[in-house]
Nanobody
Framework: QEKLVESGGGSVQDGGSLRLSCAAS?????????MGWFRQTLGKEREGIAI???????KYAASVKGRFTISRDNAKNSINLQMNSLRPEDTAVYYC?????????????????????WGQGTQVTVSS
């Protein structure tokens, strides 16, 4: 199964920016994919926030639309999440997720049940 390695994250002031990256390695079970980012805070369910497929179609949660931008590099099986205008309520552990397919391009979805591989998570803290 694919291994997802996240980088980026950290601490920033209210209104600041951060960039997260995620790369898939190991056995890649497909030539098409959906990849994206989820986040979770203590006591809350994990929330899908930004998804992209190998064709570049995207889907964003309303809470981040207009502030976060997801991008991809198909040659590297990697994605990035540029987070601007960060708010204290964006504080969470951010997880990269992916699912690969052969020959078909999956639609982007924020449903975590539609993802098979997960990263270890990276902390993002936004202070006021």
């Amino acid at each position: 199964q694919e291994k997802l390695v996240e980088s980026g994250g950290g601490s920033v002031q209210d209104g600041g920016s951060l960039r997260l990256s995620c790369a898939a390695s190991g056995y890649i079970g497909g030539n098409r994919y959906r990849m994206g980012w989820f986040r979770q805070t203590l006591g809350k369910e994990r929330e899908g926030i930004a998804i992209i497929n190998s064709d570049g179609a995207t889907k964003y949660a309303a809470s981040v639309k207009g502030r976060f931008t997801i991008s991809r590099d198909n040659a590297k099986n990697s994605i990035n999440l540029q987070m601007n205008s960060l708010r204290p309520e964006d504080t969470a552990v951010y997880y990269c997720a992916a699912r690969f397919f052969w020959g078909i391009t999956p639609l982007p979805t924020l449903d975590e049940k539609q993802f098979a591989a997960w990263g270890q998570g990276t902390q993002v803290t936004v202070s006021s």
